[in-house]
């Protein structure tokens, strides 16, 4: 299956617009049958509110909004 990464460095929890810009976007990708890959800020901790088939990589330490 193709994937769809999207990099969101900025997204730290739930609510927001970087949380609803995500799922949105995602949830589009993976209706058009994309797996959907989000890669995320370290903080962030609410993996379990997101689709299960969805791949979550908390992997960056900075933010572009201090």
């Given at each position: ?11 730290k ?54």
């Open positions: 299956m193709r994937k769809f990464i999207l990099i969101e460095h900025s997204l929890g739930l609510g927001g617009h970087y949380y609803t810009y995500a799922y949105i976007i995602l949830k589009a990708a993976e209706k058009a049958g994309f797996q959907p890959v989000l890669a995320v800020n370290r903080s962030f901790r609410d993996t379990q509110a997101l689709p299960d088939n969805w791949q979550v990589h908390a992997i960056f330490p900075h933010r572009s909004c201090w």
